[in-house]
């Protein structure tokens, strides 16, 4: 394995965590997981890769919907234990369930408000 992915602190599951931003907007898009195939993957091919916890399998973000990630960079905390990826979202949908991004509900009044408009239909998307 490269030096640069050892210095990675992979947790007891050999997973970091991954914040993606969005570079023309400074919005997090979403958080994610990634092992060390997918964050080598990543650097190597450009397009945002993910380890999905609930599939156990590598995954592009964008092979099924079409919104790919392109990366523009990627940080790590002064600890190596957290990954930051600022990347250009294609076609603004960066969450399943068809809004710009996965952080859209609000603690208001100890209550879960959902915000943010749902640009697609995830059954137009995803065909389910």
Known sequence: MSSWLE???W???ELVPV???EVET???LMHAWMNRDALKQTYESGKATYWSRSREKIWVKGEKSGHYQFVESILTDCDYDV???NVRQK???ACHTGRHRCFFNKLTDKNWLESGEILKNPKDIYGK
């Open 7 to 9: 210095k990675i602190k």
């Open 11 to 13: 947790n007891e599951k």
């Open 19 to 21: 914040i993606v931003q």
């Open 26 to 28: 400074k919005q997090i």
């Open 83 to 85: 990954l930051l990826i």
């Open 91 to 93: 076609g603004g949908i």
